[in-house]
Each structure stands twice: as C-alpha cells, then as structure tokens.
C-alpha cells in the first residue's frame, strides 16, 4: 500500500514541482526542490525496505566436512586391457560413478595368470590376502577420461599370460 501511494505522489508532486521549478517564484522554487528531494529519498528508502537480502549461497558450518561421494554400484567390470612388467596394470571402461577401490583377485595356473576383478567392496583392514594358492588385493582405482586403471603387484613367480578368471578368454595388452 505504501508503494502504490509513493507511485501516485510521483505522479502528481513531479510534474507540478517540475512546473514550479521554471515558472514559479523563489520560494515555489525552493518548495518544488525539496518536494522532488523528498519524493526521490521516500523511493530509496521504500526500495531497501522491500528488497529481500540474498541469503548466503554456502552454508556455514564449525567444522570440516567432506563433500558428498556419489555411492558406486558393486560390479565385475571385464579387462580391457593388462600390461605386464614388475606389475600388472589392468584397464577397463569406467562407469558413470567409478569406485575408488577395486578387488583384484590372482592365481597362477602353468603360463596363465588367471585374474579376477571386482570393484565396489569396502576395503579390508589389509592391503592384500592370501588364500589357497589365490593373491586378493584391494588396490586404488586411477580414472582417465572413461577408463579407469589399477596397478596390482606381481609375486616374482606369477605367471606371464594374464586370463579373465570369469570368461578365460586372454586379456589384450594395451594398443599403442
């Protein structure tokens, strides 16, 4: 209600100030100025009153927290690639919300080393496990792009063709 008279006061007080201010005496003069004075602080006055305050775009908190991670789904992604040297880096095509963490599972089994990927599982409270003639690794994951990559270590006996475990077809070595 208050903008809405302002408006009107501005629609009647301007022009006759105006008017006042080239044809009127000394004192209209000085009335007509301090008439558009009034009306032009009024309006400054009403625009802080009614604009909101932007609120902060950040919340304030008293401590340190990380942001939150995208939850990764649990899978056995396929080798697209392993490259042997004192270790075995395996590559495959990364999901929309790669792990950070991938289970690499090895067995030696004559030249083949059969090998078994699992991305997802938490990390135990070891780096590495053992089993019955079975090395299990929980190592970091690296994305590049859509490939993600894991560097596994190699026992000096391991077995020099790298196999999928799951479909035991041999994993490619890296184009290029």
């Not at 932007?54 to 340190?64: T, W």
């Not at 090895?106 to 780096?127: D, H, K, N």
């Not at 003639?133 to 929980?138: D, G, I």
């Amino acid at each position: 209600m208050l903008a809405l008279s302002l408006g009107v006061a501005w629609l009647l007080l301007a022009p006759l100030s105006l008017w006042l201010l080239f044809r009127g005496r000394p004192l209209e003069r000085t009335g007509a100025i301090v008439t558009l004075l009034l009306l032009e602080a009024s309006t400054i006055v009403m625009g802080r009153l009614t604009t909101p305050h932007p609120a902060p775009d950040h919340a304030v908190v008293a401590h340190d927290a990380a942001p939150p991670v995208a939850s990764c789904a649990q899978r056995a992604p396929t080798p697209r690639s392993a490259r042997l040297g004192t270790s075995l880096v395996l590559t495959w095509v990364a999901g929309h919300h790669e792990c950070r963490t991938a289970e690499v599972a090895m067995r030696s089994q004559g030249r083949r080393l059969l090998v078994w990927l699992q991305t997802g599982r938490p990390a135990p409270a070891g780096g590495a496990r053992s089993g019955p003639q079975r090395l299990a690794y929980t190592l970091p994951v690296q994305v590049k792009g859509h490939t993600a990559a894991v560097t596994v270590p190699l026992p000096k006996n391991a077995a020099r063709v790298p196999v999928d475990g799951r479909s035991g077809r041999r994993i490619p070595p890296p184009r290029g």
